[in-house]
């Protein structure tokens, strides 16, 4: 159908069809170029046109990863526009974040003025000359599927069509596109535009039947195979597939990196975080949506193991150097192709001795490593400075279905347990620090029911812009508890030397430049300043008090919270 709107700009145009194509949210950071998508604002909300909705978010890092949480959660893209050349390269770690997440996300920059005359929107402040670039574009090219600079008003809907159809064909992820200020000022009086867009929407796919039946007979005759998984939980529904995939060959599975929830994490068949001790055993590795199923460096499977890869892109063909083998690619829908591989391999009929006898082993193995890492944390839970395996352990303790955990790093996913699709959500592969809080803001936005936690590290909650996210989360009434895994350190940089270098200088000497962060600021007062609630916690014994006492002020006060835990430094 033909929608016909009258409007003043290109910019109102431009977000007239925003929302007729479902875009809810506009995640902006302002600058001098929105003086048109400002005016428009205002006329919308005069009218009572509320979407998209505006959401002042005063730092790039936290609005790009709001866009990246609220998509994680909901699947579907939102709008972030930043100002110009300045922005952008302020945003682009969150865009490489997502790109290597498959997190769509419409992303925009204003373009400094093109002219210097009398144009509507033309230059007028001393700024407008540095802040052009010769291709603005270029500055993240690499890392977004499609960029492109909007030239008229008349291309709205074309332009805007294919950036959110680019954006969410699989695998998904981030688009770029440029808005002069004289375009978006440019005079209209209607807008048309087809309602509901008939732009191209590739549709869901399977991997070929052959390569299906090649993949369950090798499966269906191992001896010992097991699954390896980073992010199949992306899509919710490729969870149970995966599942009944895993139950007909009572094969072990791994979350291996994980980013989501792939496999319920109290099922017998769940085998932990590593694989890496079990590689030399297995026949068949299955490795689904996993762009680094092991480090070869470290632990590698024996060369006549058979490999098989199931991914929308086995290639990762974004990543300039992959070497991981295939002897079978299944690329499609992970949804479709593993539910189609199961089915496949129970009519290949695996030996059901065998199927038995591997249950039996890995969920002896599920239990025995259970009752080990509860152990682990029982063992230190009376440390000081407190233990991240204790601080994971009692966090795990007040988890529910009804939250949403948001972990950059820190927390100890063999202390918790997270059965249900959606629950949990790690960093991106990119590791682009700084995510973890605007990831959470975003997830609450998507999911104003369910209770967000954010756990992170003291690192990661610097990078994370604290006081723009704090602050967004005070004036949008986006209440979550983060939590801060104080260890005062980049731990992160002093494994990494350790690993480099196990007899070298650093390690006799026990001097670590550039890898310590004291003294530490009180975070806590970050949090207080923007309204919140906020705690040091030092001693072990009051963790679980200081948990209980937070997430009351998230849930009955609607205020957000933040627990400062000073934990072992490395």
């Known amino acids: ?14 977000l007239e069809l925003l929302a007729a194509r479902g875009i809810e949210h506009f995640f902006g950071n302002a600058g001098t170029d929105f003086a048109p998508i400002v005016e428009a604002y205002a006329k919308r909300l005069s009218q009572g046109l509320v979407h998209p909705r505006p959401v002042t978010v005063p730092h790039e890092v936290t609005a790009v990863a709001m866009a990246h949480g609220y998509a994680m959660v909901t699947g579907r893209p939102q709008a972030v526009m930043v100002h110009v050349i300045v922005g952008t390269a302020n945003a682009l770690g969150g865009i490489m974040n997502a790109a290597r997440a498959h997190v769509p996300i419409l992303f925009t920059a204003g373009r400094t003025p093109l002219t210097e005359g009398s144009l509507p929107g033309a230059r007028n402040r001393y700024i407008h000359w540095a802040q052009e670039a010769f291709d603005q574009g270029a500055l993240l090219r690499e890392f977004v599927k499609w960029d492109y600079e909007l030239r008229m008003g008349s291309q709205i809907e074309t332009v805007v069509d294919r950036a959110l159809a680019i954006a969410c064909a699989e695998p998904p992820g981030p688009v770029y596109l440029t808005l002069p200020r004289e375009v978006l000022a ?8 087809g309602d509901p867009s008939r732009a191209p929407r590739n549709s869901a796919t399977v991997a070929d ?55 319920p994490q109290n099922h017998p068949l769940h085998a932990g975080y590593d694989p890496a001790p079990y590689l030399a055993e297995a026949d068949v590795i299955l490795a689904v949506e996993s762009d680094v199923p092991w480090i070869p460096k470290l632990a590698a499977p024996r060369p006549e193991a058979k490999v098989i890869q199931v ?36 009519a290949a009929g695996p030996d059901p001795a065998r199927v038995a006898a591997r249950r039996q082993r890995w969920g002896t193995e599920h239990a025995g490593q259970r009752s080990r890492w509860k152990a682990t944390a029982r063992a230190v839970m009376g440390d000081h400075p407190i233990d991240m395996a204790w601080l994971s352990r009692c966090l795990g303790d007040v988890l529910d279905e009804t939250t949403i955990v948001v972990n950059e790093y820190d927390l100890d996913v063999t202390q918790t347990c997270f059965s249900t699709p959606g ?45 723009a996210s704090h602050f967004v989360s005070r004036a949008y009434n986006l209440p979550l508890l983060v939590v801060v895994f104080n260890n005062r350190a ?47 916690v030092e001693d072990p014994a009051e963790l679980p008090g200081a948990l209980a006492r937070a997430l009351k002020v998230v849930s009955e006060e609607r205020r957000q919270a933040l627990l400062n835990v000073i934990c072992k430094k490395p």
Not at 221 to 227: D, M, Q, S, T
Not at 236 to 246: D, F, N, Q, T
Not at 520 to 535: K, M, N, T, V
Request: neutral net charge; charged residues 20%; hydrophobic residues 50%.
């Open 186 to 193: 440019e005079r209209m009086e209607t807008l048309e535009y």
């Open 1 to 14: 159908m033909l929608k016909r709107v009258a409007v003043e700009s290109a910019a109102e145009a431009y």
């Open 423 to 467: 629950t949990y959500y790690g960093p991106s592969p990119a590791a682009g620090l700084g995510w973890g809080l605007g990831a959470a803001l975003g997830a609450k936005l998507a999911a104003p029911d369910k209770t967000v936690i954010c756990a992170v590290g003291d690192g990661a909650y610097i990078f994370g812009s604290p006081t």
């Open 209 to 263: 039947a052959a390569a299906i039946a090649e993949a369950a007979r090798i499966l269906a005759g191992a001896r010992n195979p097991l699954i390896i998984a980073k992010a199949p939980g992306r899509d919710p529904a490729a969870v149970a597939p995966l599942v009944r995939l895993a139950e007909a060959l009572g094969a072990p599975h791994f979350d291996h990196w994980h980013t989501h929830v792939n496999f």
């Open 490 to 536: 980049w731990n992160a940089v002093k494994r990494a030397t350790k690993a480099y270098a196990p007899d070298g200088w650093a390690v006799r000497t026990g001097a670590m430049p550039m890898s310590d962060l004291e003294p530490a600021p009180d975070y806590e007062l970050i949090c207080r300043a923007s309204g919140g609630h906020g705690e040091r």
């Open 311 to 346: 991914a929308v892109d086995p290639l990762f063909a974004r990543y300039p150097i992959r070497g991981f083998p295939a002897d079978v690619a299944l690329a499609g829908t992970p949804r479709l192709t593993l539910a189609a591989l199961a089915e496949a391999v129970v």
